[in-house]
């Protein structure tokens, strides 16, 4: 059965305008610690990251929150591309009130956080960016091509999208491999909150891929805070372009997580968030 995943009862949960028609929607810890905000993946929402945000809740007051065109909060027809992604990131801050946050983002999160610091560099104390979209090696534009994905892919994951939401919950959690693998391990939780996810995304955050990732060369230099990068287990080859780009990043430090996918804290966890605290440590 479909288990129901909510943040605890303790948490606050509300909206903040970020843009003319553009509110997204938040789960907060609360308490005394240093604010550490969490931006999700491409396909996720911010309650996919309520496993690892319970965990530091104890010593942060972490914030999740949902990108626009995903989980509650509002999908305009445009505005996905990195600057505007980083600009609704720090309206959000701006509408807390909140100084000095740590950023935390996995893959289109990372590539968000990374331009944030970027765009607004005196505002972090600190990045965490877990396997960066601008990373992954699929940024055409670092290839002399003008777009990230081509006309015939972005319809494809549009296509996919509308194919999850024609299914129901339970359907999808049977249907769909990577769901009914989450479930045949035992993590009914992890199934649930991405189901979820993708039963909420708009069709529209395909303006993701069609506008691409950021330029790390442009990007990177622009970094003034402590950032950390947490890459999933690749070749040599792909670990010295990381160790290229990240060097580019003034105070910036690169770990690669043997035998870790994309999704680096769900294939080694204990591992992930031992180096995520030891970095948080030392800022």
Not at 113 to 132: C, E, F, G, N, S
Not at 250 to 265: E, I, K, S, W, Y
């Amino acid at each position: 059965m479909p288990v129901e995943t909510r943040p605890p009862a303790d948490w606050t949960s509300g909206y903040v305008d970020v843009a003319e028609g553009v509110r997204l929607h938040y789960d907060r810890s609360g308490g005394d610690g240093p604010p550490l905000v969490v931006a999700h993946g491409v396909f996720d929402d911010g309650r996919c990251r309520l496993p690892l945000a319970r965990d530091l809740a104890d010593d942060y007051d972490v914030i999740v929150y949902d990108a626009r065109g995903h989980g509650h909060s509002d999908a305009p027809d445009s505005g996905y591309d990195a600057d505007t992604r980083a600009a609704d990131l720090i309206a959000l801050l701006e509408g807390f009130g909140v100084a000095d946050p740590i950023y935390f983002g996995h893959s289109m999160g990372g590539d968000t956080v990374l331009a944030a610091a970027a765009l607004d560099p005196d505002r972090p104390r600190a990045v965490v960016a877990v396997d960066p979209a601008c990373l992954l090696g699929h940024n055409r534009e670092n290839r002399g091509e003008e777009r990230f994905s081509s006309d015939e892919e972005v319809e494809a994951i549009r296509e996919r999208i509308l194919w999850w939401q024609d299914h129901t919950k339970a359907e999808l959690l049977e249907a769909d491999d990577e769901l009914a693998g989450h479930v045949a391990a035992g993590d009914e939780e992890l199934a649930s909150l991405l189901v979820d996810a993708r039963l909420r995304v708009s069709p529209n955050i395909t303006g993701v891929f069609e506008a691409g990732w950021v330029d790390p060369e442009g990007t990177f230099p622009e970094i003034e805070a402590p950032t950390f990068v947490l890459r999933a287990d690749v070749d040599e080859e792909a670990r010295e372009r990381d160790r290229e780009a990240v060097d580019l990043i003034p105070d910036g430090r690169l770990r690669h997580v043997d035998d870790a996918g994309h999704c680096v804290f769900r294939d080694r966890r204990d591992l992930a968030t031992g180096e995520l605290r030891s970095f948080l440590d030392e800022v």
